[in-house]
């Protein structure tokens, strides 16, 4: 395949083509015990596997041309990894801590210390279980938290990050266009990129 910068200048500038390179990337976390979806406590957290549930993230994602990695851990330290890692690598987390909802500074601190766009998800209505799961460490450093849908849940979190991430970008789009992620990388989108080349060398070619 051509690289989009041998295209001519009009086309680089104006094909649609090119937006692929500035796809939204969002990781989407799962935390302790949601590798036994579907055989675990059924009555609460139904009968979908993780797999099942991944797959259907996965057919959204590409619905809406969004990049989604998906991770599970039931270890602390990992899910913590994992998120300090998304800084230069992702737009956004999806995240379900689980248990670690509940006891975790170390996972909040990674959401904040990051700043990427957070979406707190919980399979059941977590407000309306035992008390020692009303407390959610996460609550206060996401940018949302959705519980008691089930599976749909996650669904949800990806169209409402999604749309607060695409936003942000329109806002953005003019003059120059800089997601989180790039901003932490530091570096500036190719189309920003190609216009100041133009502008110093008359041609891309
Ligand atoms: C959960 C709720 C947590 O309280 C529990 O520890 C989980 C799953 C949920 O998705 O409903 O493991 O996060």
């Known amino acids: 395949m051509r690289p989009c910068w041998t295209l001519s200048r009009e086309v680089v500038l104006m094909y649609p083509a090119c937006e692929h390179i500035d796809m939204l990337r969002i990781l989407v976390v799962h935390g302790p015990n949601l590798n036994l979806l579907g055989t675990r406590e059924q009555s609460i957290y139904g009968t979908l596997s993780l797999e099942a549930l991944d797959s259907a993230i996965t057919k959204l994602a590409k619905e809406l041309a969004v990049e989604v990695t998906q991770c599970q851990s039931n270890s602390e330290g990992e899910l913590v990894t994992w998120i300090q890692k998304a800084r230069t690598r992702y737009d956004g987390i999806i995240i379900n801590p689980a248990a670690y909802t509940h006891t975790s500074i170390a996972i909040r601190d990674a959401i904040a210390a990051v700043g990427l766009p957070t979406v707190e998800v919980h399979l059941s209505n977590i407000h309306q279980r035992e008390e020692f799961r009303h407390r959610s460490y996460i609550a206060g450093v996401a940018l949302g938290q959705i519980a008691g849908f089930g599976p749909t849940?996650?669904?949800?979190?990806?169209?409402?990050?999604?749309?607060?991430?695409?936003?942000?970008?329109?806002?953005?789009?003019?003059?120059?266009?800089?997601?989180?992620?790039?901003?932490?990388?530091?570096?500036?989108?190719?189309?920003?990129?190609?216009?100041?080349?133009?502008?110093?060398?008359?041609s891309i070619e």
Do not use: F
């Open 153 to 202: 849940g996650y669904l949800l979190a990806l169209r409402g990050l999604h749309d607060h991430l695409a936003t942000g970008r329109r806002q953005e789009k003019t003059p120059t266009l800089v997601t989180p992620r790039r901003r932490a990388k530091g570096t500036r989108p190719l189309r920003s990129r190609l216009k100041d080349r133009i502008q110093s060398e008359g």
